[in-house]
Structure formats: structure tokens, C-alpha cells
């Protein structure tokens, strides 16, 4: 989606205020992305860390999302996971592989609505 320059005080076209409404909620067909990071201990094997994403396409359905680790290999973690993708957000989970202090990954995600 192109975005048009609006000029202060000349929102008065109607495409005008749906670009404003599409970049605030997504609309259905769009994509959402960021960036997500997680760190926290582990103390065994297998024990898990995650965190949350809030979604900014309040009341649009997410029909799928992905993620990469561009930014922070995983660290004593195994590959992460997407979980309880709805309307709201998604979690990213990932397993520790031994007890550590350090744990960490991060990326990027896509949310296709």
C-alpha cells in the first residue's frame, strides 16, 4: 500500500482517512510486522521462555504469522515457535537446551491478516 502525504488540516477526502484507519488496523488482506526478542533463564533442560506480541489489527482476523531469528541466533534455545494466533496477537515460545542464565533469540515476524 502506497501511503499519500496529508498536508495539516486537509483531511477531507475519504481515502485520506482510511489510509490514516489502515496504518493504526490493519485491514483484511494486510500484513503487520515488527520485531520480537526474548531472554530470560533456564534451569534445566527443556524448560521453556516466550513473550507475548500485541497485534495492532484490532478485530481483524490473522490468518497466519512467521518469524525469523535475523537478529538473535538462539543461545541455548532450540528453534522458536509460534502459539495462540488470534485476533489479539500470537506468543513465541522456545525450549531451553541446557540450564543457563543466558538464553536468548530475536527477529523479525509477519502477521498476514
Avoid at 32 to 56: H, K, L, M, P, Q
Amino acid at each position: 500500500m502506497s501511503l499519500t502525504l496529508i498536508t495539516n488540516g486537509t483531511l477531507s477526502d475519504a481515502s485520506q482517512l482510511n489510509q490514516v484507519i489502515n496504518v493504526l488496523m490493519q485491514p483484511s488482506g494486510g500484513t503487520e510486522a515488527g520485531r520480537w526478542f526474548v531472554e530470560a533463564g533456564t534451569y534445566e533442560t527443556n524448560s521453556t521462555i516466550g513473550c507475548d506480541i500485541i497485534s495492532r489489527s484490532y478485530g481483524g482476523a490473522a490468518v497466519s504469522v512467521s518469524i525469523d531469528t535475523s537478529d538473535t541466533s538462539p543461545t541455548s534455545l532450540g528453534t522458536p515457535t509460534t502459539q495462540a494466533l488470534t485476533t489479539g496477537g500470537f506468543y513465541i515460545i522456545a525450549s531451553g537446551t541446557s540450564a543457563s542464565h543466558t538464553p536468548r533469540a530475536g527477529g523479525r515476524y509477519t502477521i498476514q491478516n
